[in-house]
């Protein structure tokens, strides 16, 4: 895997460690202020981290479920769930964590147009109730035909491998450097 560099997010009020490879997408086109989206400038990957308002439900897992439902309804895309899982933010504290990994794929696309054969996706959701915050991360690894090596059966392709090593370094270094990011 990859070198990663400690990243500035949000102005610095947070920071996390990422590929070196991956590069601010706010510096090519326009990312909503609540989102920071960066691009992997040797392949397909990216990351989003978004700042999303509380969900209020019985449940974290039924949290999850809202923003996982709200990520991949009307995409037309089928959808796989591989693994749903709670886990922690090692810089911060016992703040709860939950990750679901799955994998889209597509509805074929229109002649000439490049689609990927699927989308293999971590999907991070850190709950901040006292914040009034969910902060919602997403590493998506598109696989494009021809593109990468096909893992043997059972087994994993090597840019899943590389997706899981991104997010287990999201989950050991992501920091709130100024908590006032979540006043207002």
Not at 30 to 52: A, C, F, M, R
Not at 75 to 100: H, I, P, S, Y
Not at 117 to 129: A, P, T
Request: charged share 25%.
């Amino acid at each position: 895997m990859a070198a990663f560099t400690t990243t500035p997010l949000y102005g610095g009020a947070m920071t996390v460690d990422l590929p070196s490879a991956f590069a601010d997408t706010s510096q090519i086109r326009e990312v909503p202020d609540h989102q920071e989206v960066y691009l992997d400038t040797n392949g397909y990957s990216n990351i989003v981290i978004e700042i999303l308002e509380y969900v209020d439900k019985s449940s974290d897992e039924e949290a999850l479920q809202y923003h996982f439902a709200d990520l991949v309804d009307g995409t037309g895309d089928e959808t796989t769930v591989l693994k749903q899982e709670k886990c922690v933010f090692k810089n911060l504290g016992d703040k709860l964590a939950l990750g679901l990994t799955f994998i889209q794929t597509p509805a074929p696309a229109p002649p000439g147009r490049k689609t990927p054969e699927f989308v293999y996706i971590h999907l991070l959701l850190l709950r901040l109730k006292e914040q009034g915050t969910d902060i919602m991360v997403t590493v998506n690894i598109p696989h494009y035909k021809g593109e990468y090596e096909e893992a043997k059966k059972g087994d994993e392709t090597a840019l899943m491998k590389d997706s899981l090593a991104i997010r287990e370094k999201v989950l050991e270094t992501l920091k709130v450097v100024e908590w006032g990011l979540f006043d207002g």
